[in-house]
């Protein structure tokens, strides 16, 4: 089992910046991607941003390329997710998330295995 806990939510206005930190613990030698996801209100939930390979691999959903940027500490079991140049339309709730698929780079959510309790993201015009 592995668990997971998310910080680093708030409130911003756009164009500010928020760095989420996400803690993980357990059994982590069996997690082959990390990664954050986000679901706002009345919309299903996607992937922002992975991490593969402790870090060796990243991937971004379109809409965050440029702005996001996902990192690891490996020798801490954390995750963080840099947002610059926030837009209202990132707000949403954040979910830090990890997988045993070999399968889960693109952040498809039912590849993820694993899921913290959520950080929200407000960003204000």
């Known amino acids: 089992q592995v668990q997971l806990v998310e910080s680093g939510g708030g409130s911003v206005q756009a164009g500010g910046s928020l760095r989420l930190s996400c803690a993980a613990s357990?059994?982590?030698?069996?997690?082959?991607?990390m990664g954050w996801f986000r679901q706002a209100p009345g919309k299903e939930r996607e992937g922002v941003a992975t991490?593969?390979?402790?870090?060796?691999?990243?991937y971004y959903t379109d809409s965050v390329k440029d702005r996001f940027t996902i990192s690891q500490d490996n020798a801490k079991n954390m995750l963080y997710l840099q947002m610059n140049s926030l837009k209202p339309e990132d707000t949403a709730m954040y979910y830090c998330?990890?997988?045993?698929?070999?399968?889960?780079?693109?952040?498809?959510?039912?590849?993820?295995?694993?899921w913290g309790q959520g950080t929200q993201v407000t960003v204000s015009s």
């Open positions: 991490s593969t390979g402790g870090g060796a691999i990243t």
């Open positions: 998330a990890a997988s045993r698929s070999g399968t889960c780079f693109r952040g498809e959510p039912s590849t993820y295995n694993y």
């Open positions: 357990g059994y982590t030698y069996s997690i082959y991607c």
